[in-house]
């Protein structure tokens, strides 16, 4: 990591600590997003790294799920989404940094995939069950743990029954009570958030992530029952 990222993380984790201490958690996004799209700039934001999530394309290397409804939440530039897209998945996309969607949709023209502004604690209601496949990657890691749960159950609440959600996040340990964010790590027994409402653990990975020391990842994969 360079030191100018190194300014950066450092500046945008102050920012999502000031707006969970201020009570709005969401707030320092779209500001960020903006600053950096100023400066033409989408390396100055930590988490873009203008490909997809690699611990993703890996689930999907592996798993091969056949191209159905998926929803990309907090989709951030779209990488994950335009990805989907290219694999044959039908992709709508959300997020609620308005200048993330329509950097999105200038990034990628000529897209397959339906960007929409939207907050995962206020969900369109004809979203609710919609979704084959969920992708979460990172998202509810960035908002405080006393968010945790009501944030995993709006995010669960979108899969189809028979469907399934994939999330990435980074790991903690379930003794560590009182980890510095954001991000603000998953322990496994918060992962297990997703499995709320008629939702099953179908896999759970802990990966050690080789290209940044000490750090673990969480792939958890969550399943709706199907009807009867
Ligand atoms: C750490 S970033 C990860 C972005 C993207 N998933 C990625 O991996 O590059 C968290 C994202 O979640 C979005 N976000 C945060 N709270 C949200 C909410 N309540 N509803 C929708 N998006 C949200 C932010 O705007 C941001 O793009």
């Given at each position: 990591m360079?030191?100018?990222?190194?300014?950066?993380?450092?500046?945008?984790?102050?920012?999502?600590?000031?707006?969970?201490?201020?009570?709005?958690?969401?707030?320092?996004f779209d500001p960020l997003y903006r600053a950096a799209r100023e400066a033409d700039?989408?390396?100055?934001?930590?988490w873009v790294d203008q490909r997809p999530n690699r611990f993703l394309m890996q689930w999907?290397?592996?798993?091969?799920?056949?191209p159905c409804r998926a929803c990309v939440v907090g989709c951030g530039l779209g990488d994950d989404a335009e990805e989907l897209a290219r694999r044959g998945f039908n992709v709508t996309a959300f997020d609620i940094s308005p200048t993330a969607i329509?950097?999105?949709r200038e990034r990628h023209a000529a897209t397959a995939v339906d960007y929409a502004v939207a907050d995962f604690n206020n969900l369109p209601a004809a979203w609710?069950?919609?979704f084959d496949l969920v992708v979460e990657v990172y998202n509810v890691q960035a908002l405080p743990?006393?968010?945790?749960?009501?944030?995993?159950a709006a995010l669960s609440s979108l899969v189809a029954r028979g469907g399934r959600l994939v999330a990435v996040c980074r790991g903690r340990s379930d003794e560590e009570s009182d980890p510095k964010g954001p991000p603000?790590?998953?322990s496994p027994k918060e992962m297990a958030l997703f499995a709320t409402e008629g939702m099953t653990e179908e896999s759970f990975e802990?990966?050690?992530?080789?290209?940044?020391?000490?750090v673990v990842r969480f792939l958890g994969v969550y399943r709706r029952v199907p009807a009867d």
């Open positions: 360079d030191e100018r990222e190194r300014q950066c993380r450092i500046a945008a984790s102050r920012a999502g600590r000031r707006a969970a201490a201020a009570g709005d958690s969401t707030a320092w700039a989408p390396a100055d934001i930590p999907l290397d592996r798993a091969m799920p056949a329509d950097w999105c609710r069950g919609a743990l006393a968010e945790r749960a009501i944030s995993s603000w790590p998953f802990i990966i050690d992530d080789p290209d940044d020391e000490g």
